[in-house]
């Protein structure tokens, strides 16, 4: 089947956050290109699935079953030769919702966890709501690209006071892809004192085509006791509303304690009758669609690069190895992150995530949403050209 990604959909009456929480401003013109979702249409198997699932006619208490873990296990085994132990798995409403059941699990109150800025912006609350502390371990960045700062790594996690790290794999809003040496690097300095990884993997689909994710479990097997990964296809096939992730904790003991905290304890119990269906045909079904969807990514992606060169040659725009968010340096035009955002939001019209909400680091980039019709992104960057560069 050949998808139309071309098609503009209208998401408004739908309460998608994505409009509805600035509603306002988007009756008045402006566009949204905020929220890491897509604007594109779901694949016609889960559609037509969910259609099936509607025409069973009852939606009464639904357990997961282990057909999602076969669909989980079976992508990652197709697309990254890593063959996740099924007893490993266990479901969340979310990867963020389960960062913060993780940090309660693994951490004390008032305990440092590392996040590595600027980065996803629930990393923050999700510490320090919890009542621990944010260590940073600021990305290098040099000539348009980001590095970990390893030697401040050891640093920080020398630190008896420090427990571990929430890390960004691939990494948002920068849009690295890590090698396999950068993930060894990391889980050798983690070794070196003890300390456990969560790592966020929910954009591992969402790579330039020609560039592959490394799950860091299948990189560093032997540190699978002090690793838990994140992964979901709500970033991949346009499923965030579905509310339903894969959590692989390998340490038996942390499972358990999981099952008797949020299981047991509060009746956390993930999923539901439509967010299975789509759970399963999307790893099951939907790889033609997010093939041609990569490439379509890509186009807009390359869209943006060309006309930041030709239009604004003092920005510089970070090439996303990975996700479907172009991260944009804009100092040179503009260095009051304030002034930055009146420009782009009032000015130009256009409703992103600021850089300077992504930590130190970030301030005066912003970050655009290329996941919706070409069109939009072309009308979105000639806004952003003319509210800042006019004059400059």
């Not at 949204?32 to 208490?61: N, T």
Request: aromatic fraction near 12%; charged fraction near 25%; glycine fraction near 6%.
């Amino acid at each position: 089947m050949k998808y139309n990604f071309d098609q503009l959909i209208s998401r408004h009456d739908t309460n998608a956050v994505k409009i509805d929480l600035h509603e306002e401003e988007i009756r008045d013109g402006a566009l949204s290109l905020w929220v890491a979702d897509m604007d594109f249409s779901c694949a016609e198997p889960i559609i037509e699935a969910l259609h099936q699932r509607i025409d069973r006619k009852i939606f009464g208490y639904t357990r997961i079953s282990g057909v999602c873990k076969e669909a989980l296990i079976g992508w990652f085994d197709r697309r990254y030769q890593w063959r996740i132990n099924s007893d490993d798995i266990i479901f969340s409403p979310g990867v963020v919702s389960a960062i913060g059941l993780l940090i309660n699990l693994m951490t004390e109150p008032d305990d440092g966890i590392i996040v590595q800025n600027p980065v996803y912006y629930p990393f923050y609350s999700k510490i320090e709501k919890n009542g621990r502390r944010i260590v940073y371990n600021q990305l290098l960045y040099a000539e348009g690209r980001y590095e970990i700062d390893f030697e401040d790594l050891d640093r920080k996690l020398a630190d008896p006071k420090n427990k571990g790290i929430i890390f960004c794999s691939p990494h948002n809003p920068v849009g690295r892809v890590w090698r396999e040496d950068e993930l060894k690097q990391l889980v050798s300095v983690c070794k070196k004192y003890n300390k456990w990884i969560i790592c966020d993997e929910i954009h591992c689909d969402l790579t330039r085509v020609g560039v592959t994710h490394t799950p860091i479990l299948k990189a560093c097997p032997d540190y699978a006791e002090n690793i838990v990964a994140c992964v979901a296809p709500s970033k991949s096939f346009n499923l965030a509303g579905m509310q339903l992730s894969g959590i692989i904790i390998p340490n038996a003991d942390l499972r358990e304690q999981w099952k008797v905290k949020y299981k047991d304890g509060m009746e956390i119990i993930p999923g539901n009758p439509f967010s299975m269906v789509a759970f399963t045909t999307a790893y099951n079904e939907c790889e033609d669609w997010l093939d041609q969807l990569r490439g379509y990514l890509d186009s807009n992606i390359d869209f943006v690069i060309d006309f930041v060169k030709r239009e604004m040659p003092k920005a510089h725009v970070i090439y996303p190895e990975g996700t479907y968010l172009v991260w944009i340096d804009l100092n040179a035009y503009c260095s009051d992150y304030k002034e930055l955002e009146n420009l782009v939001r009032y000015k130009a019209k256009v409703i992103l995530d600021e850089g300077f909400i992504f930590g130190n680091g970030g301030e005066c980039f912003e970050r655009i949403n290329v996941a919706s019709p070409k069109s939009v992104i072309e009308d979105c960057m000639y806004r952003i050209r003319d509210a800042v560069v006019a004059d400059k």
